[in-house]
């Protein structure tokens, strides 16, 4: 079965480090592309960024570029985003997402559970 | 930044009743366009790709079309477990770009 699996919930402070994972699994890692996706407290989906893995190619969204940093690590078939300096505006439900064909520009066909973020 | 508008921001039906969600976008995204499912505390599911294709698995009461900046999607038959917010998504440009939702409930 196709899944993404994410790392648990996290509560933070302004200012501290985070890194949170999407393990991949059923599938072969790196011939397709993940994306990042947040959701805000009560609010609707925002496009963060997506990776490559098969060569670690990235792009990031306007609003985020600086401020996070999405990687992967094809020995263990998983995705990562973090921040050096998390912001109370950090606080959301984020979700990894796999898309559909090996191209990057396609629908989310797979998604994890989301890890929510809290900071205080 | 292509702006993704969708119509309406929430609605009511009776089980049974069609229903119809728009989305229109700021500029041309040709077919590339999307449509999700969410349910609160859940991951979004994919319904539709490439503006009509119904994901494997999605029931056939749900249909879209459209291209350009004009696009539509239909539940034929609403059923209960329809209930939750729907988003339509366009990738023909980065960032890719979501409606702000529309949220479905039940009358």
């Known amino acids: 079965e196709v899944q993404l699996v994410q790392s648990g919930p996290e509560v933070k402070k302004s200012g501290e480090s985070l890194k949170i994972s999407c393990r991949a699994s059923g599938y072969i890692f790196s011939r397709y592309w993940i994306s990042w996706v947040r959701q805000m407290p009560g609010k609707g989906l925002e496009w963060m960024g997506r990776i490559d893995p098969s060569d670690s190619n990235v792009n ?9 940093t999405i990687s ?3 020995s263990v078939s998983t995705a990562y985003l973090q921040w050096s300096s ?35 | 930044d292509i702006q993704m508008t969708q ?14 969600i728009t989305c229109q ?17 859940k991951a979004p599911k994919l319904l539709i790709f490439d503006s009509f294709y119904l994901q494997t698995g999605a029931p056939s009461r749900f249909s879209a079309g459209g291209s350009g900046t004009s696009f539509a999607f239909t539940i034929s038959s609403l059923q209960p477990e329809d209930v939750g917010t729907f ?6 440009k980065l960032p890719f770009t979501f409606g702000q939702g529309t949220r479905l409930e039940i009358k």
Do not use: E, I
């Open chain 1, 60 to 68: 990031y969204s306007p609003p985020v570029q600086g401020h996070v």
């Open chain 1, 72 to 74: 992967h690590d094809k």
């Open chain 1, 86 to 120: 998390l912001k109370a505006s950090d606080t959301a439900f984020y979700f990894c997402a796999r898309h559909r064909r090996g191209s990057g520009d396609d629908a989310f066909d797979v998604w994890g559970q989301g890890t929510v973020v809290s900071v205080s």
């Open chain 2, 7 to 20: 119509s309406p921001s929430s609605l009511s039906a009776f089980v049974g009743d069609r229903v119809t």
């Open chain 2, 25 to 41: 976008a700021s500029q041309d995204v040709s077919v590339y366009v999307n449509w999700y499912h969410q349910t609160p505390g």
């Open chain 2, 87 to 92: 988003y339509c998504q366009q990738y023909d």
